[in-house]
T-cell receptor
Framework: DAGVTQSPTHLIKTRGQQVTLRCSPK?????VSWYQQALGQGPQFIFQ???????QRGNFPDRFSGHQFPNYSSELNVNALLLGDSALYLC??????????????FGPGTRLTVL | AQSVTQLGSHVSVSEGALVLLRCNYS??????LFWYVQYPNQGLQLLLK??????LVKGINGFEAEFKKSETSFHLTKPSAHMSDAAEYFC????????????FGTGTKLQVIP
């Protein structure tokens, strides 16, 4: 049973560029959440997708956007990259059964470096 | 609104000694509580979770945690530390039910001394 997968593993971009990160949820899961983890910090919630719609959003600017596809996979897009966007981006998946989301399982993350 | 405070960004224990990592939470609704472990350059792995029912929760690798509502705490313990327990540990809280926005603490780095 494949767990949560993310691609790419590492990415280097320059300021002002745009980046797309990808996530495939664990088999049987239908909800995907994205987190940003800066060095030495805990993960910060960016947003959550269910049924191809953004359901919740954390305190992140509109430069951060996402998408969920019919197969439940998801993308995180970041426009106009800033140095401060350098971080580990974590994807987590869960199952929205019985009207609430069960435990989130995390992928290995994508390490984004902005130069 | 919800928040988590982890007391001690670094904790050192000797191999075989008790591990105690402290977590206090704040939540305006009944919380779900989690402990995750993160090894270097890896994602987060769920150790254990509390949703409802029994307040003493057992997890993987011999860890357990007790939900104490009156103290708003969810401390993580393990009777005997092993070298492989050296990692960073995150306590997290979410509101029960609905879409699950998880709020994490800042983490506690556990060092195990041989």
């Amino acid at each position: 049973d494949a767990g949560v997968t993310q691609s790419p593993t590492h990415l280097i971009k320059t300021r002002g560029q745009q980046v797309t990160l990808r996530c495939s949820p664990k088999s049987g899961h239908d909800t995907v959440s994205w987190y940003q983890q800066a060095l030495g910090q805990g993960p910060q919630f960016i947003f959550q997708y269910y049924e191809e719609e953004e359901r919740q959003r954390g305190n992140f600017p509109d430069r951060f956007s996402g998408h969920q596809f019919p197969n439940y996979s998801s993308e995180l897009n970041v426009n106009a990259l800033l140095l401060g966007d350098s971080a580990l981006y974590l994807c987590a998946s869960s199952f929205m059964g019985q009207g609430w989301a069960d435990t989130q399982y995390f992928g290995p993350g994508t390490r984004l470096t902005v130069l | 609104a919800q928040s988590v405070t982890q007391l001690g960004s670094h904790v050192s224990v000797s191999e075989g000694a008790l591990v105690l990592l402290r977590c206090n939470y704040s939540s305006s609704v009944p919380p779900y509580l989690f402990w995750y472990v993160q090894y270097p350059n890896q994602g987060l792995q769920l150790l254990l979770k509390y949703t409802t029912g029994a307040t003493l929760v057992k997890g993987i690798n011999g860890f357990e945690a007790e939900f104490k509502k009156s103290e708003t705490s969810f401390h993580l313990t393990k009777p005997s530390a092993h070298m492989s327990d050296a990692a960073e540990y995150f306590c997290a809280v979410s509101a029960s039910g609905g879409y699950q926005k998880v709020t994490f603490g800042t983490g506690t780095k556990l060092q195990v001394i041989p």
